[in-house]
């Protein structure tokens, strides 16, 4: 387990604390909703979707977050500025935490971004992602909003090396704060096996070393356009599933604050697996403290049994 010098930044999202010495908070578990491809999804432009199946997944995680005691959040994916209406609506009513929002589609991020601020879920949404390609219309939106919590996208398509991946933490970390962003979690982009995939873990490490700040992954990316997992025998769901949880264990292990651990019909899998490793730095971070006359508060899984 890490031990860092640096002191470490804790932020309250939206109820949720998150950063710090690793042991000092449970990881946060970000769940997806609304991907194509999932199967509560029957309309990506008009954001229609299967209501009961997905209150269903949601009471899922809220049952797990409950018992291994790891928070919950949520990122909605709009396709559409209609789709990201009707998504954001329906989970305000429906789930009390944290929310994020995403899209391919600018028009769609602005039009969160409105309804953020004309439903007052800003206390509770996260911007994802603030990064260098976003357009002059988004960051006047943005600045001009009431939101201030984001994801801080720490990549470029030249940012190959550990060097070039912080500068890019960098330039993002500035840019947010000219849009007035005052609580950031950083994400230096997992990419697919074969494409800089672990890059990520040492940038992660090399975050909370040089600037103390709260970190995110999106370790499902790692293995979804892997072939070795599309060959015959391999290609199922189990082993799919098993490929996203050891590369969410093992950004866990890397000092990750939050993992965004793809669709929520795997919570159950996830939180169990993130619950066991929470066990093994519980006892770890206790030990190196003790040795260390650290004194600092710790985490206690209700799943330390």
């Not at 954001?88 to 429906?94: C, G, I, K, Y």
């Not at 800003?122 to 939101?147: C, F, G, P, Q, V």
């Not at 996203?244 to 793809?262: N, P």
Request: net charge neutral; glycine share 8%; aromatic share 8%.
């Amino acid at each position: 387990m890490f031990v860092f010098k640096k002191q470490q930044q804790v932020f309250d999202i939206g109820g949720i604390l998150i950063g710090g010495h690793p042991g000092e908070n449970p990881t946060v578990l970000i769940g997806g909703l609304f991907f194509k491809g999932q199967s509560i999804v029957q309309d990506t432009r008009e954001g229609i979707f299967d209501k009961t199946a997905t209150k269903k997944w949601i009471d899922t995680a809220e049952s797990m977050m409950e018992k291994t005691g790891h928070p919950l959040m949520i990122q909605a994916f709009g396709r559409t500025p209609k789709a990201m209406d009707s998504h954001l609506s329906w989970l305000a009513d429906n789930f009390e935490g944290p929310l994020l929002f995403e899209s391919t589609n600018a028009k769609a991020r602005i039009r969160a971004i409105e309804y953020c601020k004309e439903s007052g879920l800003a206390t509770r949404a996260i911007y994802n992602s603030i990064n260098m390609s976003m357009k002059d219309e988004e960051k006047e939106k943005l600045k001009h909003s009431s939101l201030d919590m984001a994801v801080i996208l720490g990549w470029s398509p030249r940012a190959t090396f550990l060097q070039e991946r912080m500068d890019a933490v960098r330039d993002a970390l500035t840019l947010s704060e000219s849009l007035g962003i005052k609580k950031v979690i950083i994400d230096p982009a997992t990419m697919p096996v074969g494409a800089g995939y672990g890059l990520e873990h040492r940038t992660t490490v090399a975050i909370k070393s040089e600037l103390g700040l709260p970190t995110c992954l999106a370790p499902h990316n790692a293995p979804s356009a892997w072939r070795f997992i599309r060959q015959s025998g391999l290609d199922d769901e189990t082993t799919r599933i098993a490929t996203i949880v050891a590369a969410s264990i093992a950004a866990q292990l890397f000092a990750t604050d939050a993992i965004m651990f793809g669709s929520l019909a795997h919570a159950k899998e996830v939180f169990t697996s993130v619950a066991l490793i929470g066990n093994a730095m519980a006892s770890a971070v206790a030990e190196a403290n003790s040795v260390l006359n650290i004194d600092r508060p710790l985490f206690v899984p209700p799943s330390l049994e």
